[in-house]
């Protein structure tokens, strides 16, 4: 399967939600910034196989690449957000 990194959040309903999935490289930049917002960081192989495959509705599967994808767009984001930010002075919150 290769490494592996998959970003959650709690929902509204109070299950966890996927928000951003990523390997390899991305994977490991997951990690690192997580790691230096300090945002728990937990290694559960198993954990991370589940919630990339959806076996109660197939239909609803994500490709692992727009999971990909929307990582790199995610983290441009947040480059763009942060060089803003410290262009304008502005304290991060």
């Given at each position: 399967?290769?490494?592996?990194?998959?970003?959650?959040?709690?929902?509204?309903?109070?299950?966890?939600?996927?928000?951003?999935?990523?390997?390899?490289?991305?994977?490991?930049?997951?990690?690192?910034?997580?790691?230096?917002?300090?945002?728990?960081?937990?290694?559960?192989?198993?954990?991370?196989?589940?919630?990339?495959r959806d076996e109660?509705?197939?239909?609803?599967r994500i490709d692992?690449?727009?999971?990909?994808?929307?990582?790199?767009?995610?983290?441009?984001?947040?480059?763009?957000?942060?060089?803003?930010?410290?262009?304008?002075?502005?304290?991060?919150?």
């Amino acid at each position: 399967m290769g490494k592996w990194a998959v970003a959650m959040r709690m929902g509204a309903d109070g299950r966890p939600k996927v928000v951003a999935a990523g390997q390899g490289a991305v994977a490991d930049e997951m990690v690192a910034r997580a790691q230096a917002s300090g945002v728990e960081v937990r290694q559960d192989a198993e954990m991370v196989q589940q919630l990339l495959r959806d076996e109660t509705d197939p239909g609803t599967r994500i490709d692992s690449e727009i999971y990909e994808l929307m990582t790199t767009i995610v983290n441009f984001a947040q480059e763009l957000n942060d060089a803003w930010v410290q262009q304008h002075g502005f304290e991060e919150v």
